[in-house]
């Protein structure tokens, strides 16, 4: 069973820093295709804050929100089923529950793949001001 374990977020003040990690466990990491995070603030619509791909190349660039280009930064460990956001420059409006979310294919029952998505639990940040 795929799981995707985000580490724990936080209350961090603005102008700081924090880095949130994702580990995919029961997927074969050659079967990630792209990893990334979204958040998500009441009432709001999730919105992506960055995505790469297996390679560690930025994707869906222009899907990104605005508000964290410059700021935040996605990028994955030598390992590929771990991979971190790095947030910078944090403002309160970057309050947020973040997921961690992974795109790639599984192997069905008849031999053939399938493609997939999965999320994280979600980690909730908060920024103070």
């Known amino acids: 069973q795929v799981q995707l374990i985000e580490s724990e977020g936080g209350l961090v003040q603005a102008g700081g820093s924090l880095r949130l990690s994702c580990v995919a466990s029961?997927?074969?990491?050659?079967?990630?295709?792209?990893m990334g995070w979204y958040r998500q603030v009441p009432g709001k619509e999730r919105e992506l804050v960055g995505m790469i791909d297996k390679n560690g190349r930025q994707n869906y660039v222009d899907a990104v929100a605005d508000s964290v280009k410059g700021r935040f930064t996605v990028s994955r460990a030598n390992v590929k089923n771990t991979w971190w956001l790095q947030m910078n420059n944090v403002k309160p409006e970057d309050t947020a529950v973040y997921y961690c979310h992974a795109e790639g294919f599984e192997r069905n029952y008849e031999g053939e793949d399938d493609e997939v998505d999965y999320w994280g639990q979600g980690t909730r940040v908060t920024v103070s001001s």
């Open positions: 029961g997927w074969n990491t050659d079967s990630i295709i792209r």
